[in-house]
């Protein structure tokens, strides 16, 4: 597959930073906002796919090595699950935020905001976004990893 | 009294940019090849979209919502050529010939 | 203001319409990239417009993100 | 110097994330923005800033300031111009193709010069090919309202490129 040519390459390369901004504060303001961990990780996969169509797949590669993806991939399972076992831990039910006890905030509601916006929702973005990268690679000419 | 004028601005910006919203949808029925469609398409759509927001902004006054709307009009000023300019060269390079005036 | 508004949006959807005409019967490929890429436009303003009418600033993020999931679309279909 | 633009990009992101995110009170998302910012920042800057740039970069964005009125009212030339063509009844269209070749040398010159064409007076830039531009004109006065080159000259000014 050809590169695109100059005008597409410059203005998604300096479009890229912001989209990814955006995708993280998408992530960031789940629990107070629209979106969440899900579109978040959506809108940082489409920064990537950006990136792939405009520079190429070899290039995605360099910058998002498969072997960072597949560590982002568990690593968001991992920190998803992990809260959710770190509640049932302290008592309370799979997932029940309100049970942690977090140093220095005591507030019920203040915790499950911030457990939800900072954790919960991290660990989807970033799985969300390291499974559609993978997925459309898959399915690019010339994209196909070897595992 | 300035309410009153603030609105009259706001209005005038948005049926302004609602009238050429409009003339892009009517060049894009009308005219006749792929590539001056691109001109009606790439343009009108562009500043329409444009002006109704900003009369959007006048409307809302200056705080957070008005910056997230300004962002917006200049994604839009940068995407929208570029996204012109994407299909057109698609179609130049699929061999698509212009039409041209007897 | 608010009618104006609700005109607005009513005329978006008009054009909106009228464009799909274009993109039903081409003729062709680019034809219809094209409307569904003014579609796309319309339908960000027409967003934005929502979120005035029912004083929900929220939909400005998904305008957002509309916006630039039409740019992806149209990269991307110019490119197969 | 590299420690300097690094700065101003993670400058630049914060402010972008503190106007999106509209949080100040508390240290929670203010922390997160950070973070992000610091991420984002790394994770781009070799994107952002490529080994082209010459001239004083405050210069031309001050530059760039001043070319954005002249381009906006060309802007609404350029619609006024359309709305005319396409509502006349005769509908008084002559495409063609056009060539010209640019001095201009950097991608973001190009590219800026580039978008400009397609959004001014029945011009829609179709193709770069390293440094000919390929234009499709509505009518022939538009073409040679391009060729003559006023915006090729101003945009060469911004960027620094005109001697």
Known sequence: ??????????????????????????????????????????????????????????????????????????????????????AIIFGGKYLDYGAVPLPFVHDVVKVRELLIDGGVEVGIGITVMAVMVTIFLEFYPGGTSDD | MLITVINVI??????????????????????????????????????????TIIGLIIYNGFNFISVKLLFLVVFIFVANPVATHAIARAAYKVGLQPWRRQ | MEDLFL?????????????????????????????????????????????????????????????????????????? | MKFTKFLALFIL?????????????????????????????????????????????IKKLFRFALYLP????????????????????????????ITFRSVLKTDLSKTTLANSITLTPGTVTIDIDEDTFLIHAIAKESADDLLEGTMERKVAHVFMEDE
């Open chain 4, 70 to 97: 002249w381009i906006l009212y060309q802007i609404i030339l350029a619609n006024v111009d359309v709305a005319k063509r396409v509502l006349d009844p005769k509908m008084p269209i002559d495409p063609r193709m």
């Open chain 1, 1 to 86: 597959m050809k590169e695109e040519d100059v005008i597409i390459r410059t203005v998604i390369r300096l479009m890229i930073p912001f989209i990814q901004i955006f995708g993280l504060y998408v992530i960031f303001h789940g629990g107070s906002g629209p979106g969440g961990g899900f579109q978040g990780g959506v809108i940082l996969a489409a920064s990537m796919i950006l990136y792939v169509m405009a520079f190429g797949v070899t290039e995605g590669r360099r910058k998002l090595t498969e072997k960072t993806n597949m560590i982002m991939r568990s690593t968001g399972v991992l920190i998803f699950s992990g809260i959710g076992l770190l």
């Open chain 4, 13 to 57: 992101l914060f402010s972008f994330w503190l106007l999106l995110s509209t949080k100040f009170e508390g240290w929670f998302h203010l922390f997160f923005g950070l973070l992000s910012t610091a991420l984002v920042t790394l994770f781009t800057y070799d994107m952002v800033f490529v080994s082209e740039d010459r001239g004083n970069n």
């Open chain 2, 10 to 51: 706001s209005a005038v910006f948005i049926i302004v940019g609602l009238f050429f919203i409009v003339v892009g949808t009517i060049g894009l029925l009308r005219l006749p090849d792929f590539y001056s469609r691109m001109h009606a398409t790439g343009k009108c759509d562009t500043l329409g979209v444009g002006l």
């Open chain 3, 7 to 80: 005109l607005a949006g009513l005329l978006l959807i008009l054009t909106s319409f009228l464009s799909l005409y274009r993109a039903i019967h081409g003729p062709g490929i680019f034809n219809r990239i094209i409307a569904v890429n003014v579609i796309g436009t319309k339908t960000i303003l027409l967003l934005v417009l929502i979120g005035f009418i029912y004083g929900r600033p929220h939909f400005l993020d998904i305008a957002l993100v509309y916006a630039l999931l039409n740019f992806i679309m149209t990269i991307a279909a110019t490119k197969y």
